[in-house]
């Protein structure tokens, strides 16, 4: 498969629109399989110091043209990507893993955001004000911030560089991407794309290399104006405070402990789809993944037999196989993570009713697969309970009330989503304006967000910006207040009414 999909047997840094040949490599590897797909470079300063160059020099032009124009080169950017979808949502899952389904979900998502964000190419909205003077015109205008860097997480490569790279370039900045290590190939598919599509070289360069080299030098680069990160919250706490230090602008999309709510009127066997979709998808590793599930106690016994019952039909294996429902873990690492978090709710005391192991053995020998897993019986003050596991491990919760099933939802240091699954209106609207995550669902699962809303979450879930939606250009832009002046004289401001 790979060797059909993909000709490259190395992959190349994209910088000022040309293919810069790396000097030490590391393999991609397929978590279905365990087996090598391509070589990446892994690059250094050097490289972020040529894409920066190569970005500012091609920024000055970009920031120049009319932003319809811009827009064009996006709108078939989008076009292109769409012709190919099939070709890339394949080398997602071989190189993420997620099963074929969810990768030609996450590719419409990119596909999606390149056409919503190329109509803000006639949009850009600022605002007419009238001024406090006479003859006096008062307006604020969007300005790009310059070069801009952006890093990505390996979980959604085409999807997060989509929410980013799009309102980037459509503001006039230019772009130096560093993609995850693990997870290249989309990114280089799309320097193809670029390419194709006729965006000026430097406005987007792409530099592979790990977070410790590659990252480090971006967020360290004084020509780089503003990172936007997406990842854990212990990579995106040091980002943070090394921008805070240059005074560099950020903005930051991290982890999640998102919590799907089951009232004692719902609906439980939605509930229980959407508690398996949003569980044990992409195995568990979204931010948005439902780790905790927040049962009425009048229900509990009902719906773990349920969840059980439906836990048996998940098929799991390489997901290009489309019979399968749930894909390998990205890595050891993550396995490693798993099966630590399993100890750890033992040992805390949750009962574990499915899964809690790694699955070896004839089709999954090579590759890194967890059963999805099921403790009931936690408490909301145990560590399963809190921390990100990013993994396919769900833990059931329960409570008295719907005020405890808020409280408890609220009582985690991530914000990002939440879900209720509840027949009752009044709970709905109370619902919705007490859970304290930046994303909130009612009778639907914690995933699945669209591209035209803002996302992200409060708490250290993030640091108050959003990816995607139209609040993603406050990100890439910087607001102008522009005054002018058509009455001939000087009028100062505050005093001369
Ligand atoms: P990670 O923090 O390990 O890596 C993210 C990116 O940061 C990678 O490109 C990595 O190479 C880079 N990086 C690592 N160290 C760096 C450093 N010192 N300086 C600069 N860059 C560095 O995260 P991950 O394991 O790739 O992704 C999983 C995490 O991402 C989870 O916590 C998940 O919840 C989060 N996530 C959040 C969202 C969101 O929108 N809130 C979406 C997807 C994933």
Redesign the pocket.
Known sequence: MSEKLLEEQKLSNYIDGKYVDGKTFRSVINPATGESIVEVPLSGKDSVDAAVDSAKKAQKEWALVPAPMRAEILYKIGALMKERKERLAQLLTMENGKVIEEGRGEVQEGIDMAFYMAGEGRRLFGQTTPAELNNKFAMSVRAPVGVVGI??????PIA?ASWKSFPAIIAGNAVVW?????TPIMAHEMTKIYEEAGLPKGVINVVYG???D???A??HHDGIKLIS????????R??ASECGRQLKKVSL????KNAVIVMDDADIELAVEGILWSAFGTSG????ACSRVIVHEDVKEQLEKRILEEMKGLTIGDGLDEENKVGPI?NKAGLDKIKKYIEIGKGEGARLLEGGYEITGGKHEKGYYFAPTLFTDATKDMRISKE?I?GPVVSLISVKSFEEAIEVNNGVTYG?SSSIFTADVNRVFKAQRDLDTGIVYVNAGTTGAEIHLP???TKG??NGHR?SGVQALDVFTEWKAVYVDYSGKLQRAQIDN
């Not at 560093?178 to 693990?182: D, F, G, I, R, V």
């Open positions: 890093i990505t997480p390996w979980n959604f997060i560093k993609p995850a290590t693990e790990s977070g410790g590659v990252g480090d971006m967020v990160f997406t990842g854990s919250n212990d990579t995106g040091n980002i999309e991290m982890g999640g590793q979204r931010c948005t990205i990100e990013f990002l996302f992200g979450g879930t993030g990816d």
